[in-house]
């Protein structure tokens, strides 16, 4: 799967599944979780959709803004480790 | 004996090498906490409370996450005789600006005069202490308080303390929660353990595992101060880790062998939906022996669901209790017999709904399930009565009105506040609506306005003033309420806010400003949010958001588009 695409399918889990806003669309390089737009009962759910989704496994101590923040650095972080 | 300070003693004397707190990190070795390293690091702290001249009876604010620091620095306070506060602490997420409107309400009407916190954090306090009407006069670091090489225990001040002073004070979190200081008194809070522990026959061979913030009730009283000062082994996690690794709790129950937990009702969905099979592989809950429901509406689905999820591990379906509780009653005002499942019983929903009963239901009509929080501790007397304070038969649905031996002395410093929750003859107001049925206590949700998402109180004012803060947002034309979500087993925050605007890019716009401010400075996801045209909120004849009414136009107009199914209860 490539890089856009998986930016597309994590955009619209996100806009349907935890914000409710199936219409919305979410910027490559807008903050997720610093910003307060995941909250903190919504990361599980989008480790295990990656991890279902991707078959890559994310690590609940990495669940923060530091490991990644935004949808470029999280499908970077899929591909680096689909990589692996 | 009279004071907790005593207590300590006691335990400190008797048993110093007993393990009474046992802390988990992620990626780091368990740490025990003795009796003995309890007292000994506290007696630093009270001695750097001393030092500066921190006297007893005085209020120390303690904002600290989980760890070491915070069971230290909460009863050094209690052995120098000052009253610790735990903050609800804020995240990362949270604006500075957010922070110090936060502390300051608090502070208006706590007035304390120290803050321990960490050297993250310092900078912001000081700057605060220089506010003119600031009574705070010095922040303690942790990790920066000196050892005592010696403790003189008898001649700590916390040992003088009468049972009638304060003890203790808690909030609830956001800007009107922080202005409520509710305040216990030694004798308040022993007499809640007496009867609580009797209830659930406590023993010190009883191991409770814990997720719980330290600044909510259930986690303070419960998770905190009855084990240790009943000598009962407690094992802490972070709310932060278990978040986002729910499995954490399950397999800390497996290892230490726990038999006690208090949860709010989203916990047992969340952990039912969210947890993964190899990450509870091996995993053994036979050693459970109660899991308590409290601190929101129970619901017997979640029970179920988190029954059906973990039976298979060992969990007996007995262990799922109720309890029903709040911080103005030091903790439970009920609790379900344990040696049974709590009561389940089929409402009519049509009575329900149009007449406030509680009828059972025949067969043949549509049924709510109701699960009853269990039977009045012997402490306390409930009634459940109407507006105007008179009592209403069982099966009739009205407030909750409370009295017991472990009430609240007052809302600190808001004497107004503390008058206005009781009734002349003294029955305390609980602004829960519930009924009575054979001795059994069903609660149904909040009389006012209040949301509870995950057990975690939330004003709407809060959010609604913050809503309009965003330009283009009508001042005073935004409504917040509660919606149920049965998947999820708890409340989420629904707002409506008027704006003039139709461009739908635009209105984008401002729906993300929202969301992202109030995120921000509230630390609360809005689920729903839907923007309206002019004159959409409606107002009462004085001119105040009637919120229900409100809820109900919104589930009317909206509730197709979000996908909300017609289950709610009130």
Not at chain 2, 112 to 125: D, G, I, L, S
Not at chain 2, 404 to 425: G, H, I, Q, W
């Amino acid at each position: 799967m490539m890089h856009d695409s998986i930016q597309q399918t994590l955009s619209s889990f996100i806009a349907e599944r935890i914000l409710k806003q199936p219409k919305r669309t979410i910027r490559p390089d807008e903050p997720l979780i610093s910003s307060g737009l995941i909250d903190s009962f919504s990361l599980v759910d989008l480790a295990l959709f990656v991890e279902d989704t991707f078959g890559v496994h994310i690590a609940d101590t990495e669940l923060n803004a530091s490991t990644f923040d935004n949808l470029e650095q999280l499908s970077q972080l899929i591909l680096s480790r689909k990589a692996a | 004996m009279n004071n907790f300070s005593q207590v300590l003693r006691e335990f400190y004397q008797r048993e110093p090498e007993r393990v009474i707190v046992t802390l988990q990190h992620p990626n780091q070795p368990d740490y025990g906490i003795t009796y003995r390293e309890l007292v000994e690091c506290a007696n630093d702290y009270a001695m750097a409370y001393a030092q500066a001249g921190i006297q007893p009876g005085e209020v120390i604010i303690l904002i600290l996450q989980h760890g070491k620091d915070l069971v230290y620095s909460y009863w050094g306070a209690v052995l120098l005789g000052a009253i610790p506060s735990i903050m609800p602490f804020l995240t990362e997420k949270l604006s500075p600006e957010r922070y110090r409107a936060d502390l300051s309400a608090l502070f208006k009407y706590t007035r304390p005069t120290a803050v321990v916190t960490y050297p993250e954090f310092e900078a912001e306090v000081h700057a605060l202490m220089t506010a003119s009407s600031s009574t705070v006069r010095e922040v303690f670091v942790a990790g920066r308080i000196p050892r005592q090489e010696h403790l003189d225990f008898d001649h700590l001040p916390g040992l003088q303390r009468q049972a009638t002073d304060i003890v203790l004070l808690q909030h609830s979190s956001g800007t009107t929660g922080l202005q409520k200081g509710v305040a216990l008194s030694h004798r308040a809070v022993f007499n809640q353990l007496d009867a609580y522990s009797a209830a659930i026959r406590l023993t010190q061979d009883d191991v409770i595992v814990s997720w719980l913030p330290l600044y909510h009730d259930m986690g303070l009283i419960a998770c905190f101060l009855m084990p240790i000062l009943r000598g009962v082994h407690v094992v802490q996690m972070s709310p932060f880790d278990w978040v986002r690794a729910p499995w954490r709790l399950l397999r800390a129950v497996s290892d230490y062998r726990g038999t006690l937990t208090w949860l709010p009702n989203f916990a047992y969905n969340f952990c039912a939906q969210k947890i993964r099979d190899r990450d509870i592989e091996g995993v053994d809950l036979s050693s459970w022996r109660a899991i308590i429901n409290c601190s929101e509406p129970v619901r017997f689905e979640s029970h179920q669901m988190f029954y059906e999820r973990f039976q298979a591990y060992g969990l007996r379906f007995e262990a799922l209790q109720t309890c029903y509780a709040m911080a103005e009653n030091v903790f439970a005002v009920t609790q379900n017999d344990l040696n049974q499942p709590p009561y389940v019983e089929k409402i009519d929903r049509q009575a329900f709904h149009e007449k406030h009963l509680a009828h059972l239901a025949l067969d043949t009509r549509p049924a709510l399930y109701m699960m009853s929080s269990g039977q009045v501790l012997p402490n306390a007397a409930v009634r459940i009565v109407d507006a105007h304070g008179r009592d209403l038969p069982e099966r009739h649905i009205g407030e909750i009105a409370l009295k017991s031996n472990c009430m609240l002395t007052e809302y600190y410093n808001r004497p107004d506040v503390t008058r206005k929750a009781f009734l002349p003859d003294g029955w305390y107001l609980t602004g829960d609506y519930g009924y009575l049925a054979q001795n059994e206590l069903f609660v149904i949700g909040r009389k006012k306005d209040m949301i509870i998402v995950g057990g975690r109180n939330i004003y709407p004012q809060d959010i609604e003033s913050l809503a309009c803060e965003i330009p283009g947002v009508h001042p005073g034309r935004t409504v917040a309420f509660g919606i149920f979500d049965p998947l999820q087993g708890t409340e989420e925050v629904a707002l409506v806010a008027e704006v003039d605007i139709n461009d739908q890019a635009e209105q984008e716009q401002i729906a993300d400003a929202i969301r992202k401010h109030i995120a921000k400075n509230s630390a609360i996801a809005i689920r729903y949010l839907r923007l309206v045209g002019p004159k959409w909120v409606l107002k009462t004849s004085s001119g105040k958001v009637a919120r229900s009414a409100n809820k109900e136009k919104f589930l009317r107009e909206f509730g197709e588009e979000f996908g909300i199914q017609d289950t709610q209860l009130s």
